[in-house]
């Protein structure tokens, strides 16, 4: 072999992007990404990627990557040694800790960190600074859905695997966009159409590519999702169509769940949602006579005021039609990071320890007390939304935030950067110069997925390793080694030298993932949580019972509410938003990206002809000015017959769409209203 090609590596990964959670090999020389290669052994993905895996890669050799620890000196930030920042980091926290106690701080762990380090960003909360103040950014997305889920069948986890999504006879897409936010699922989804006979039955307030060409498209009005989900079961219910033998075995309060459906006719969704009563119907016999039933549904649902409740109808839905425990059936949120279901899993979440173990359950909490040597509070924390208020009011004064750009993708981002002002000291560990970073007092430089050896969590619950691939640019840390320096600094010795040591004390500690070693882990191998000790794991959930005590499913009642903020005279269209298939969320990855950057450049509302003709005689590249009551976004505009009149569009990537959010959230899981902004547009010359 040439010098060339032996200097060429093949590394074992996990996609950085979403939860999807694709795995492939990466060829590197040196520092240089040559390819992606994916294999067919991947479970999740085989052969596929999609355009963000395959060649959204080029952040990782970033020109503005950050080497090197940074505090802040006046207005300006100097470099330090790594020993500087720590030490500051300790003595600063130390400080409030001594005068306020251990609630007037905060960590906030990040959906792209591993598994470990999640793990070690709420024992760094709980033990070190003696607070469960720690949560995750599943609260601005996924919190409902897993409400959803706790309610109804007990498990906050995907009910099977993508594989069953193929499986199903009939899937149900609710609020997902998924050919361009979960494209390798879609890919699989369409394989099953065309190869199956699978029928799709897709709600969306937007005609993508998912809904055109489904066998049912609803378009329901802003906000009404659980109205039409009710009715349909109502339906089901009344025609007799239900799986009596289902419910009477396998699920608890049929009767309460049934009177709590009076309000839902057929006629009522029509007139709330605008889908005509025999849509319904025929979405509702389709439901119930289909062989199996999966239900999809992602952020179009749970950002919104009534996430959690209209998360709860689809899994009623399924229930009512005996579509759990079987192949090709269950509820599956889809899951946005790639590892958001593992930061919850693992504990960053202000109520439960790892595996979903109650903080208020005083057994739990002495296993923990002993194994961490310290006192632990019975009472939950305080979640991501809770401490942005607790900010503001000062009674929070210090967070420590791993990777998360909270100044951008929090909901009305006015009030968090003002909240973040407020607060005596910041430390942000980032890949770059976040927005974030620039309301911190120490910048920590942290290393890429690419950088560092871990586990990630898919959104079919399925934990897969990563391999380090090359080594961390400059002097950036991979986030455990961070965590565990700061720890080191507060007097916490926890001496892991490598995350199979942190996996193992998870294991130890935690029932869920018993079984879950890396020498079950190598290669291609995966484990689906719950993981038995002897490392046996369950890719289908609920197969012989639920998970409540009674092994039951419990039917849960629902009422209606109305958005708060609803178009009005003077903000009279709705803007809605999402993903688009070459960027990821609010795009500091992929803007990064010189390929994916080329393939969508710029930021847009769309809008149809009408809208367009209505509002100033408007044309695709005008710019236009979107102003809501709590901000305003400026946007070229797309002419586009996807969205209904007098309904707008935007992609996730335009940093200021959350300025125009508002500070409402679902009152279950404290997650914004992302999707309920009314706007006026304005013409302007440009941004
Ligand atoms: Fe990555 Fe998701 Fe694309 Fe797969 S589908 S390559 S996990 S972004």
Not at 554 to 581: A, I, M
């Amino acid at each position: 072999a040439t010098a060339r090609q032996a200097a060429t590596e093949r590394t074992k990964t996990v996609c950085t992007y979403c939860g999807v959670g694709c795995s492939f090999d990466v060829e590197t020389r040196g520092r240089e990404i040559l390819r992606i290669q994916p294999q067919y052994e991947a479970p999740a993905n085989s052969i596929s990627t999609c355009v963000k895996g395959k060649f959204g890669w080029d952040f990782v050799n970033a020109e503005d990557r950050l080497t090197r620890p940074l505090v802040r000196r006046g207005a300006r930030f100097v470099e330090v040694s790594w020993e500087e920042a720590l030490d500051e980091i300790a003595r600063r926290l130390t400080g409030i800790i001594d005068e306020d106690g251990p609630d007037a701080v905060a960590v906030i762990g990040s959906s792209k960190a591993t598994n470990e380090e999640s793990y070690l960003t709420q024992k760094l909360a709980r033990q070190v600074l003696g607070t469960h103040n720690t949560d995750n950014c599943s609260r601005y997305c996924q919190a409902p859905a897993t409400e959803g889920l706790w309610r109804t069948v007990g498990y906050g986890g995907d009910a099977g695997s993508i594989s069953d999504m193929e499986r199903a006879a009939l899937a149900l897409v609710v609020g997902s966009n998924t050919s361009e936010s979960h494209p390798v699922i879609a890919a699989r989804l369409r394989r099953a159409q065309k190869l199956n006979g699978q029928q799709h039955i897709v709600a969306d307030l937007r005609e993508h590519e998912m809904a055109a060409r489904a066998d049912v498209f609803l378009r329901p009005k802003p906000g009404t999702d659980l109205v039409w989900l009710s009715a349909v079961t109502r339906h089901i219910l009344e025609q007799g169509w239900a799986d009596d033998e289902f419910l009477a075995e396998r699920v608890n309060g049929l009767e309460d769940y049934r009177a709590s459906l009076e309000p839902f006719t057929l006629d009522y969704a029509e007139e709330r949602c605008g889908i005509p009563a025999h849509t319904l119907r025929d979405v509702a016999e389709r439901v119930s006579h289909a062989d199996s039933v999966v239900g999809l549904w992602a952020m179009g649902v749970t950002q919104h005021h009534m996430g959690s409740d209209t998360s709860t109808a689809v899994s009623n839905l399924l229930l009512v039609t005996g579509n759990y425990g079987r192949p090709g059936t269950g509820a599956y949120p889809l899951r946005g990071h790639n590892n958001v279901q593992g930061c919850s899993d693992f504990g960053t979440i202000n109520s439960f320890y790892p595996g979903y173990q109650p903080v208020e359950d005083e057994a739990v909490r002495d296993k923990f007390a002993a194994a961490w040597g310290r006192e632990l509070p019975l009472e939950p924390g305080l979640d991501n939304h809770e401490m942005v208020d607790a900010a503001y009011d000062g009674s929070l004064r210090a967070l420590v935030v791993v990777g998360e750009e909270l100044s951008l993708v929090d909901a009305n981002v006015h009030y968090v950067q003002e909240a973040l002002e407020r607060l005596d000291f910041m430390v942000v560990s980032e890949l770059f110069f976040s927005r974030t970073c620039e309301f911190a007092d120490v910048i920590l430089p942290a290393a890429a997925s690419l950088e560092k050896d871990g586990t990630f969590t898919n959104t079919e619950r399925r934990i897969q390793r990563l391999n380090r691939a090359m080594a961390p640019v400059g002097d950036a840390r991979p986030d455990w080694e961070i965590l565990q320096g700061i720890a080191a600094h507060m007097g916490h010795q926890w001496g892991f030298t490598h995350p199979s040591q942190i996996m193992d004390e998870i294991a130890d500690l935690t029932p869920l993932f018993a079984g879950v070693r890396y020498h079950r882990l190598e290669g291609y191998n995966s484990l689906q949580w719950p993981v038995a000790e002897d490392g046996s794991d369950t890719p289908l959930l609920y197969s012989e019972s639920f998970h409540f005590d009674d092994g039951r499913a419990r039917l849960y009642p629902l009422g209606f509410r109305e958005p708060q903020d609803q178009p009005s005279e003077e903000y009279p269209l709705h803007v809605n938003n999402g993903r688009s298939l070459e960027h990821f969320h609010e795009g500091n990855l992929t803007l990064r990206s010189a390929g994916l950057t080329h393939l969508v450049p710029d930021t847009w509302a769309e809008m149809t002809r009408r809208t367009a003709e209505k509002h100033g005689g408007l044309a695709t590249g005008d710019w236009v000015r979107l102003i809501s009551p709590h901000g305003e976004a400026t946007v070229r505009v797309l002419l586009s017959e996807e969205v209904a009149d007098e309904e707008l569009w935007v992609p996730m990537q335009a940093a200021e769409i959350n300025l125009m959010t508002s500070n409402v959230v679902d009152p279950d899981s404290h997650t914004p209203a992302y999707k309920e902004i009314a706007v006026r547009i304005e013409r302007t010359d440009g941004p």
